[in-house]
């Protein structure tokens, strides 16, 4: 699927264009506090999908857009506390593992709600990655 090579060059573009350190400014984050990231309006041939955090206090800059998320049931796949390039690597393999081999041997099918991807900081180099799925039972 292009997705996997086309968001992690989408995260490299933010970082090096700053938008990145924007978005932390925005949410009142320190630099080295991790972002999330969010898929929706998904269709057979697209996809929107954003890099962000929880919405600030002071709400959302004009430059930026906010994404409403449904209360939904999800599935929530983890990664192992990792640096975060490690995180990132296996978040990647979670994500395939989801779509080719947890799908088809679960009770369930995908929502129509954002696919959401949670970068949690537990210590000073270690980072969990989540990935929640919205999901309905087939």
């Known amino acids: ?13 933010c970082r090096s264009d700053g938008t ?3 978005i932390r400014k925005a949410a009142g984050l320190a630099e080295i506090e991790p972002l999330h ?12 999908y954003l ?20 209360q939904s049931t999800w599935a929530i796949f983890s990664t192992e ?16 593992r989801i779509f080719t081999e947890w799908f088809s041997t679960s ?9 959401l991807e949670f970068h949690n900081r537990i ?3 270690r980072y969990i990655t989540e990935i929640w799925i919205p999901v309905m039972k087939r």
């Open 123 to 125: 210590s000073e180099n």
């Open 1 to 13: 699927n292009q997705n996997f090579a086309a968001i992690p060059q989408f995260w490299r573009k």
């Open 107 to 115: 009770e369930y099918e995908l929502a129509n709600a954002p696919e």
């Open 51 to 70: 890099i962000g955090h929880f919405m600030p206090p002071a709400g959302v800059p004009n430059q930026f857009l906010s994404l409403t998320v449904p």
């Open 20 to 22: 990145m350190n924007e």
């Open 37 to 48: 990231a969010a898929m929706y309006n998904c269709t057979d041939i697209s996809h929107s």
């Open 81 to 96: 506390p990792l640096n975060m390039e490690e995180a990132a690597q296996q978040a990647s393999i979670i994500w395939k």
